[in-house]
Nanobody
Framework: QVQLVESGGGSVQAGGSLRLSCVAS????????MGWFRQAPGKEREAVAT????????YYGDSVKGRFTLSQDNAKNTLYLQMNSLKPEDTATYYC??????????????????WGQGTQVTVSS
């Protein structure tokens, strides 16, 4: 099992930036994909950005392309999400997740089996 701890959330004004961090511990050898997801009240959880660790492929949701950047520090088992030009519609709880599924296709949120506790991001207009 993988344990995930997110940090870096907060409240910012529109146009501001935040960087989220996710530290993974435990059995990380079986992790093939990592990613960030978000869920706003009354909405379904959606993928923000995901990384296929084996192939190095990165996926970004359409609403965050060009504004958010995913990166990792393998030595620290940490996944980062740099969020720039934040908009009020980015307000949500952001979750880090990992998957043990080895595939080239984009995984759905339900195919991720380890989740962090979430960190709140609030963007005011």
């Amino acid at each position: 099992q993988v344990q995930l701890v997110e940090s870096g959330g907060g409240s910012v004004q529109a146009g501001g930036s935040l960087r989220l961090s996710c530290v993974a511990s435990g059995n990380t050898y079986g992790v093939y994909s990592m990613g960030w997801f978000r869920q706003a009240p009354g909405k379904e959880r959606e993928a923000v950005a995901t990384l296929d660790k084996r192939r190095g492929n990165t996926y970004y949701g359409d609403s965050v392309k060009g504004r958010f950047t995913l990166s990792q520090d393998n030595a620290k088992n940490t996944l980062y999400l740099q969020m720039n030009s934040l908009k009020p519609e980015d307000t949500a709880t952001y979750y880090c997740a990992t998957s043990a599924i080895d595939t080239f296709r984009i995984l759905s949120p339900r195919e991720y089996n380890s989740w962090g506790q979430g960190t709140q991001v609030t963007v005011s207009s």
